[in-house]
């Protein structure tokens, strides 16, 4: 079965999303019987389109590359105009909203709006915001269930890298007691970069430089980034409730070369962690510079890159590594999410 | 619903999964609605129990650690003793076979037969046995899939660590185009003594002592168990057929000190690494030792440990560490098979 879909935001990573189902349409049906189609987009300052039988996906994106809006997206019979994100939520023939808006974290807002407007719609949820899985996971999860929907966020923690579904699906039956983890790119790029010999503000320029910082750089730097990654990881795959403000946390920006040095001296690595351990029937967590043995595969991890560490009770420590951000990378988690919708499966 | 299993074989790897059953049947209801119970057992040397309603798997456990034997497991209305592996397969009313004999890789027999005849009366087969999947995978796979019945081998590859199960489910939608790891932890623990200065002839001693490789190492040290989790690799994800004669081969017994050394002066390490790559509508295959950068995520696992890294179009490399053997491990191998059939789940 096709699976419509609604675009609420049109930025990189809902245009990430929208390029692989050009590219990859038949290929994805070929192999693994997936076929989409969007059925609208609703961007506040893009425009917004809605045709119930589906908008040419390079058409939109074409128009899009030449004049940053869709307004030049051409006439068809039945084209509406002009809806915005609630009302093409709640009154197109959408199966499932694709929630890409810009939201700010420390809220979840507008994406906890947009995820309750689509559970009681009757309508499946996928997105890589963090702020509805962090700030609102009990009662939107609860909410999608009632209403016989489903909600996907894989890319909420590692980007495409299968954090989530990996240990939900394929380690099952483990009690996993620990997860730690490198789920920050920009510091890990930094603190690389300052193994190799920078200090922390060259790093930083160069990280700013090739668009992994940002100018205000706070979020990944002092760790608040990677404080949300863990609460996600511990609601979700953990089972236990745990908010940011219960998340220890300190970040790099205070680290010298001095204390990289050292750190090499003794044969060992800084790199900044979260990590949350069940304890009873909650957990403890934090994120801080930890200092790793280089046996720790999580020590060669270099670069942008993210890494997990579950330790499970049967199988022992299990290490996942890969891309934690990107366009393509992000724009897959909602592809995954999307394909393992359409098979009925976690 | 109570899934019911039949034992073809109990040395190692069926206890593990017996012992996991055991301690973790309440959890295991409670997390994942996960519940079995064992009605059969049948092992060409320790003996064969069958009863429809189940047998009391502590007392079946306990009587092994005692006598190694099944013989004194006590007498029950309804207890049948005696039936061979095909009687079981066929007339006990287990749902899924755990296939857990001592099997020839280099035949597949008898862990074949085993499954054609699981297949055609209708049950699942869950088992860790490479032979069936590297010899013939094309069958079994047609096999089962026209008798409606589900197929399980998570554990031919890298154990319990979801080799096989993370990228069928969690990548899908990528094209893979490369597969390469170490697949042989016994290579990769000789190869990390040698980095620590031993000479081969040592660590291989000392693998031998520690029950890491056997008298015989040849299967291990020259790449020849690597090679059949190429093959099954290349079967399973990849979806192109290859033989083992078709992969190039190459151990580990030939490096010398020097070479390890001459190794490290480069920034570089040795590891034994099997690869497969897609090629037009087939596959080119090697296993061979590799010089790795240190900044490849497979130059930093240390030790008794598989790791393998998918390329990914979409996503670029993802790397999963984790277990290659183990009685638990491996015995987990075969519980998130059964998981995973009950959830309807790849």
């Given at each position: 079965?096709?699976?419509?879909?609604?675009?609420?935001?049109f930025?990189v990573?809902?245009?990430?999303?929208a390029?692989?189902?050009?590219?990859?349409?038949?290929q994805?049906?070929e192999?693994?019987?997936?076929?989409?189609?969007?059925?609208?987009?609703?961007?506040?300052?893009?425009?917004?389109?809605?045709?119930?039988?589906g908008?040419?996906?390079?058409?939109?994106?074409d128009?899009i590359?030449?004049?940053?809006?869709?307004?030049?997206y051409?006439?068809?019979?039945?084209?509406?105009?002009?809806w915005?994100?609630?009302?093409?939520?709640?009154?197109?023939?959408?199966?499932?909203?694709?929630?890409?808006t810009?939201?700010?974290?420390?809220?979840?807002?507008?994406?906890?709006?947009?995820?309750?407007?689509a559970?009681?719609?009757?309508?499946?949820?996928?997105?890589?915001?963090?702020?509805?899985v962090?700030?609102?996971?009990?009662?939107?999860?609860?909410?999608?269930?009632?209403?016989?929907?489903?909600?996907?966020f894989?890319?909420?923690?590692?980007?495409?890298?299968?954090s989530?579904?990996?240990?939900?699906?394929?380690?099952?039956?483990?009690?996993?007691?620990?997860?730690?983890?490198?789920?920050?790119?920009?510091?890990?790029?930094?603190?690389t970069?300052?193994?190799?010999?920078?200090?922390?503000?060259?790093?930083?320029?160069?990280?700013?430089?090739?668009?992994y910082?940002?100018?205000?750089?706070t979020?990944?730097?002092?760790g608040?980034?990677?404080?949300?990654?863990?609460?996600?990881?511990?609601?979700?795959?953990?089972?236990?409730?745990?908010?940011?403000?219960?998340?220890?946390?300190?970040?790099?920006s205070h680290?010298?070369?001095?204390?990289?040095?050292s750190?090499?001296?003794?044969?060992?690595?800084?790199?900044?962690?979260?990590?949350v351990?069940?304890?009873?029937?909650?957990?403890?967590?934090?994120?801080?510079?930890?200092?790793?043995?280089?046996?720790d595969?999580l020590?060669g991890v270099?670069?942008?890159?993210?890494?997990i560490?579950?330790?499970?009770?049967?199988?022992?420590?299990?290490?996942?590594?890969?891309?934690?951000?990107?366009?393509?990378?992000?724009?897959?988690s909602?592809?995954?999410?999307?394909?393992?919708?359409?098979?009925?499966?976690?």
């Open positions: 079965m096709t699976q419509k879909l609604a675009f609420i935001g930025g990573v809902g245009q990430g999303l390029e692989i189902l050009r590219d990859k349409a038949e994805l049906h192999k693994w019987g997936f076929a989409a189609k969007v059925v609208a987009i609703s961007d506040p300052i893009k425009g917004a389109l809605y045709h119930p039988d908008l040419d996906i390079s058409t939109v994106l128009v590359k030449q004049t940053g809006r869709l307004d030049d051409p006439d068809t019979f039945g084209l509406i105009r002009g915005n994100s609630l009302q093409t939520i709640r009154e197109s023939n959408a199966d499932t909203i694709v929630e890409v810009f939201t700010d974290v420390k809220t979840g807002q507008p994406a906890i709006d947009h995820c309750r407007a559970f009681t719609s009757g309508k499946n949820v996928v997105m890589s915001n963090k702020g509805p962090a700030l609102a996971y009990e009662e939107l999860s609860a909410l999608a269930k009632e209403n016989g929907v489903r909600w996907g894989e890319g909420t923690v590692m980007s495409g890298t299968p989530l579904r990996m240990p939900l699906v394929s380690l099952a039956g483990n009690d996993i007691r620990e997860i730690r983890g490198i789920f920050n790119g920009t510091t890990n790029f930094i603190l970069q300052m193994e190799a010999g920078m200090t922390y503000e060259d790093a930083l320029r160069l990280a700013q430089q090739l668009g910082a940002e100018a205000d750089p979020n990944d730097v002092e608040y980034d990677a404080r949300y990654k863990v609460v996600i990881l511990a609601k979700t795959i953990m089972n236990v409730p745990l908010t940011t403000e219960q998340v220890a946390c300190e970040g790099i680290l010298t070369r001095d204390d990289i040095e750190a090499k001296d003794q044969g060992k690595r800084w790199k900044l962690i979260g990590r351990q069940k304890q009873g029937t909650g957990a403890v967590a934090k994120v801080s510079p930890e200092l790793l043995p280089l046996t595969p020590a270099a670069g942008a890159v993210n890494a560490t579950y330790d499970c009770d049967l199988l022992g420590p299990i290490t996942l590594i890969g891309a934690g951000a990107g366009k393509t990378e992000t724009g897959f909602l592809l995954i999410d999307l394909i393992n919708i359409d098979r009925g499966h976690i």
